[in-house]
């Protein structure tokens, strides 16, 4: 800021704006959270106060903003203590709880986890996980995809994550499943205590199973490498030395699966959606995917051009990560407005992705706009942020393009599926955003 300029406090909420009691406006958001950043955008502008959960944040909306709170020039806004209030203490010490110096440190080692070579071998052991998850699929015509992609992101994990169910049984691996699903439902729990009965009481215990699972097996797998993220976990260390301790091991395994497992069934569910509404656009992808084998390797998957600006425009028209969150360490300044320290902030990144002046059309399915005679997305740095940006930008972005991309590759290989043209999925926006009728398709066997 220069000399000159002056220093803006946070606008004060119109009348009308604070909502219901504590909750504030949170029901708003969740019934319509395109609709809710609107109101906050033509009522106030890019930085908008927000009453919720009792206090008074500040939403963050347009590129220029996200982009302020993102980069985090002045490290004003620190992560752990605005995800923490969200996620609970299920996904403590994940890399995105961290902040400042020991992101950094957790970072750098956990990089090694997601080189190009590393890449190329999750992605090669993905593809049986993707087939055998598959096999019960044959002939189900009413289907709902979004539980039935739900399990299979969740058995392909549990051969990419942990090496395979191979040294446990069915039932163990089950009952795994059902911990970390406890421990990803407690986001959305209303009692916010150890409460038998209760979402935050499961993921409790959940946590718990979680645990001693992951220290069971980690004797084995430090003692042998093998090409899990488990393992790699145990193995990874940077030029310098440093090396995950085995709680941080058993920490970024949780989290990691957490961050990979929702994120990934909803894009893949919204590309389903989409392309089974635009047949023309599944018969593009599908004759690209018939070009390569069964199995193709990383550079294959990544030539699958059409898929690639599908999966993009589904990741802007459905962000499964809609807002990211923040609280300031200090106080400090946003597009010229004072924010105090302490403030609860949101990155409205689903707006950006909605917003007429950098994309044509915006709700309309258009995945051409990303081609390189259009590059929509380049029309701001940050107008397509679906992975954030900044320090804390996904670390998964490419694992999860492959998985995607693979399981979407198999799918248009062996199957065809419609989507009534007037369909609109009704999203649960509570945590992230999911289709509440399991998004269904009609589904056949080529
Ligand atoms: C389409 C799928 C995915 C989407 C849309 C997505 C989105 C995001 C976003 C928006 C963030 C930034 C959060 C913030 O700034 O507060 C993030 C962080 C992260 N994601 Fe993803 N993610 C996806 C898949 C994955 C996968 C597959 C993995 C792991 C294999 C992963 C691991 C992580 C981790 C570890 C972080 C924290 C990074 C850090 O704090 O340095 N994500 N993701």
Redesign the pocket.
């Known amino acids: 800021m220069t000399a000159t300029e002056t220093l803006r406090e946070i606008p004060r909420l119109a009348p009308g704006d604070r909502g219901l009691p504590w909750v504030g406006r949170l029901l708003d958001y969740s019934r319509d959270p395109v609709g809710f950043y609107r109101h906050q955008w033509e009522t106030y502008g890019p930085v908008s106060p927000f009453f919720r959960a009792g206090e008074t944040g500040v939403v963050a909306l347009g590129p220029d903003a996200c982009e302020a709170v993102?980069r985090n020039k002045d490290k004003a806004y620190a992560?752990g203590p605005a995800?923490g209030q969200i996620v609970g203490p299920f996904f403590d010490r994940?890399?995105?709880?961290?902040d400042f110096e020991e992101?950094h440190t957790h970072?750098r080692i956990?990089q090694e986890a997601?080189t190009r070579d590393r890449l190329a071998a999750y992605t090669t052991a993905m593809h049986p996980a993707i087939e055998q998850g598959m096999r019960g699929w044959a002939g189900a015509q009413a289907f709902q995809a979004y539980p039935r992609l739900k399990q299979l992101t969740l058995d392909i994990a549990a051969d990419i994550f942990m090496g395979g169910a191979a040294e446990t049984s069915r039932a163990e691996m089950d009952r795994v499943n059902k911990a970390f699903i406890a421990c990803v439902q407690a986001a959305a729990g209303v009692v916010r205590a150890d409460v038998p009965f209760t979402r935050w009481g499961r993921a409790f215990r959940g946590r718990k199973v979680l645990e001693s699972f992951l220290r069971h097996y980690l004797p084995a797998k430090r003692a042998n490498r093998t090409d899990d993220?488990f393992s790699v976990l145990c193995h990874i260390e940077t030029d310098d030395g440093e090396r995950f301790s085995d709680d941080d091991v058993v920490n970024?395994m949780i989290?990691?699966m957490m961050?990979?497992h929702d994120?990934?069934t909803?894009?893949t569910s919204t590309m389903l959606q989409y392309l089974g509404q635009h047949p023309q656009w599944q018969q593009r992808c599908r004759e690209e995917a018939l070009d390569l084998g069964p199995a193709p390797a990383m550079a294959e998957i990544e030539s699958l051009t059409s898929l690639d600006l599908v999966m993009k425009e589904a990741?802007r028209l459905r962000?499964?990560?809609p807002a990211?969150?923040?609280r300031t360490v200090k106080e400090t300044r946003l597009l010229g407005v004072r924010i105090p320290a302490d403030t609860a902030v949101m990155v409205g990144?689903q707006f950006s992705h909605m917003m007429e002046d950098y994309w044509t059309n915006p709700t309309v399915f258009d995945p051409e706009r990303f081609a390189p005679h259009r590059r929509e997305d380049k029309s701001h740095r940050m107008a397509w942020?679906?992975?954030?940006?900044?320090?804390?930008?996904?670390?998964?972005?490419h694992?999860?393009?492959l998985?995607?991309k693979s399981i979407l590759h198999r799918l248009l290989r062996d199957y065809r599926w419609s989507v009534s043209p007037g369909y609109r999925a009704p999203l649960d926006n509570s945590s992230l955003p999911f289709p509440k009728d399991g998004n269904p398709i009609h589904l056949t066997r080529i």
Do not use: D
Not at 387 to 396: D, W
């Open positions: 993102l992560n995800w994940g890399l995105m709880l961290l992101h970072r956990l997601f993220i970024h989290f990691l961050a990979a994120t990934s909803i894009t990741l962000a499964p990560v990211l969150i923040r990144v942020e679906p992975f954030g940006g900044g320090v804390h930008k996904c670390i998964g972005l694992f999860a393009g998985e995607v």
